[in-house]
């Protein structure tokens, strides 16, 4: 049973990882093919990084990433904060249940809908242009808004409300409190909420394609744009080096994860 | 107190705001536009057109594929699900960071490698080539296109059930046995009920994204069959009828989300999502 | 934790850094089919970086080329029309313009702006689409033809439409993604005329498309190109410079027009031509774009990359050019006694009324989501919802049961 079960896990890793493999293999082609390998070379990671549009693709996606999923933790942890504090359970469900809609509308629907609002709005002020980074940036936020607040909620509902009195009894004023009792008790969860925002929204193609305009291309577009046209190794490339950025930033967290146990580990001691 | 529960509308404001702007207002737009003609006036012939047979075909056939695609992905999700939870904490999280590595690719670029390599001038067939094995036609068929949905999807079926299954009581296990059940009995009468909650947001997260996917029908189906997602996408990207999209999309919306009320129910558990 | 709260901060630094260095340019937005420019991939000339520096050099400011592309006439329609997204400079085809100054969304041009103007052929002067010549100056010209891998189809095959409706190739034929072109070939093959407005010529047309659609391999646009060069699939009709740049990366590649009987030609002829859309930021760089793009180098330039015949004297008369392109290219591109003009008014296509257009769009929409798909999917799709359905009930029962007991 115990090497049955390993077997499977094998045989469904080897699946998952075959393209994957492939990919790379390819990536390192001499040849345009990408169904026959004819012989190692790096020409097409510097066709890659000579090519300037997919280095923009880059930049905008990293700035969108960011700016994107600042915004929703902001606004996210103050809205989780408010919403735990109201006293109307019915405004309360209401809320949650408005928030959630994005997360559980096929990112097709989320992505045409907004974008029938931009265009009927600019169409309305006569701007010549309603798409752009502007309109991907809000798209952005709110279908990164429920999972930042969905992932602060619980540690609110897990913190000890007693605390919070107690600070104030003790003198803290309610903004004094919240800084030094609530804030920390819930920042776990604020940061996972970020992290989860931001990884949506670097890896987001559906709701991207439907409300940019032009100009503002992020990677996955670019990628998308680049599978309609005549493919060469060089998206391979890209491909790859995304996976070894992805790859050495996992295991740099993982590492320093294992250091911050250690410490606390220690400090225990 | 009076002060406190102001606070608390206050902070909840900004977001109650963005959510009236950018959820509430641009699915009344897709209302709007499912319910108007070109010109702006009001008339149900998109809804009409949608029940023409050939529309409720695509409704039809994304919803098999989907489900097809979402019973596959439980089916070999589940064991490998459980195999990762049996094992020690540090294989365990090695085992889901190698699940969720792949995830950071974009789907994209994981479905147009699937291409490169099932084509029938594609890698495995040029490898059976070497073999001497006659090349077998994968790419444009049905099967790509399923395969291609539980490839991509696979990980969001693993995480929740692994999640719920790693906290599973093993003292649970133990009495059960101890009460004279089979290994067999024991999973289907503890493990499967006490892990339904993770099933049922597995087969959300799943199913969503499969039914309303194009790209993958796309690449692996070679355009020559639609579905939903593509004909969506056409009404907005080329055949500039913004409102027979509207429409469909609303249509989808709307069975997604009965769907999912119903799955919840279903799932008596409280029905939290696990990520 | 901390140290990825670290990295975050180091992100959001960088933003605000990048932020502050963007400055106020401007900019010429160019929308443009895919593979239609010479791009400055594996060492040709990067015609839109060279413009950015011709800018600057001659006017001593610095602008920036914003390039995206479509893949078909009626995507860039859709883009276009919808207001989504501003453009200074399109590339569309002919009956794509004549439907653009139709609905009044192109500005006209002004040619003081644009001396190169000279270099265009006079026979491409007074076209239908643009009678006085006032919206559009052509950018290439070609024909569709039939493109197909001499390793697997069987040369007395070809030669004429039915090659594409050859039950033999099943599965290695390509068809257009695009409405237009599609419906061409079905009407060309039928001998109907492409411009008609009579719905029962353009339902034979569908018929025959659904007649080809279990021999298709996949509706394509420029994904043709990796398909035909791996010999993935065999034949496709295509655009003629297409053609030549695929044989440059497999010689098995061959390539014909369509001809009738007589050896008429029985095939579209088209124009594309650079357009300034209504509403355009920067209607006067978007016309030194346009002349400097008539300028001989990057003409050239862009000829010898996308292998489309060109109108542009400064191209044609070239001896460089000829000799780039060799003889064969020469050939097809522009056969001998060809008088364009002519040819031109019998093969285009034209703008449609509105009517058939919406007929057209409707017929196109059946024949995507005709298709029959295996009903094995259907089958076990019904299974497993009988199995839920089954499940379900067994569930309440036992429920139902359970209850009785504790009771």
Known sequence: MKTLSKVYTMLIFVILYAPIAVMVLFSFNASNSTGVFTGFSLYWYKELLSDPATLSALKNTLILAVTSSCIATIIGTVAAVGISKLKNKHTQNAIMTVTNIPMMNPDIVTGISMMLLFVFVSAKLGASQSLGFGTVLIAHVTFNLPYVILSVMPKIRQMDRHLTEAAMDLGCTPFQAFCKVEFPAILPGIISGAIMAFTLSLDDFVISYFTTGNGFETLPIRIYSMTKKRVTPDMYALSTLIFIAVLVLLILSNVAQGDDKKKTRRAKK | ?275 | MKRIALIFTALVCLFLCSCGSQSEKKVVNVYNWGEYISDGSEGTMDVNAAFEEYYYETYGEAIEVVYTTYASNEDMYAKLKSGAAGYDVIIPSDYMIARLIEEDMLEKLDFSNIPNYANISEEFRDLYYDPSNEYSIPYTYGMVGVIYNSTVVDEADAGTWDLLWNSKYSGRILQFNNSRDAFGTAMYKLGLDVNTTSESEWRMALEELKAQQPLVQGYVMDEIFNKMESGEAAISAYYAGDYLCMTENNEDLCFFYPTDEDGNYVTNLFVDAYCIPKGAANKELAEIYINYMLSEEPAIANAEYIYYASPNSAVYESEVYMDDMGEEAMEILYPEDFSFHENYNKLSYHNLDSETLQLVNNLWEELKISSATGEVVYVLAILIIVGLIGYGIYHAVIKRKREKYYI
């Open chain 2, 1 to 275: 107190m009076q002060n406190k529960s102001f606070m608390a509308r206050l902070m909840a404001a900004p977001h109650i705001v963005w959510s009236i702007l950018f959820i509430i207002a641009p699915l009344m737009f897709v209302f709007y536009y499912a319910f108007t003609d070109k010109s702006g006036a009001f008339t149900l012939s998109n809804i009409q057109q949608l029940g023409s047979p050939s529309y409720l075909t695509i409704f039809a056939r994304s919803g098999a594929f989907a489900l097809v695609a979402t019973a596959i992905c439980l089916l070999v999700a589940y064991p490998l699900a459980y195999a990762i939870s049996r094992a020690t904490p540090r294989m365990q999280k090695i085992y889901i960071m190698l699940i969720m590595l792949p995830m950071w690719m974009n789907f994209l670029i994981r479905t147009y490698s699937i291409m490169a390599i099932i084509e029938d001038t594609g890698f495995v067939n040029t490898l059976l080539g070497y073999l001497g094995i006659d090349p077998i036609h994968m790419i444009n068929t049905d099967g790509a296109v399923i395969f291609g949905m539980v490839y991509n999807y696979l990980p969001y079926m693993v995480l929740p059930i692994h999640t719920v299954l790693s906290k599973l009581d093993n003292r649970l296990l133990e009495a059960s046995a101890d009460l004279g059940c089979t290994p067999m009995q024991t999973f289907f009468k503890v493990v499967m009920p006490l892990s339904r909650s993770g099933i049922v947001s597995g087969i959300t997260m799943v199913f969503v994204p499969s039914v309303s996917t194009f790209y993958i029908s796309q690449k692996l189906g070679g355009s020559s069959f639609d579905l939903i997602g593509d004909t969506i996408e056409r009404q907005f990207q080329t055949a500039y009828n913004y409102n027979l999209g509207a429409a469909m999309s609303l249509v989808l919306m709307a069975v997604i989300l009965i769907s999912m009320a119903i799955m919840n129910r279903y799932s008596d558990d409280e029905g939290s999502v696990v990520v």
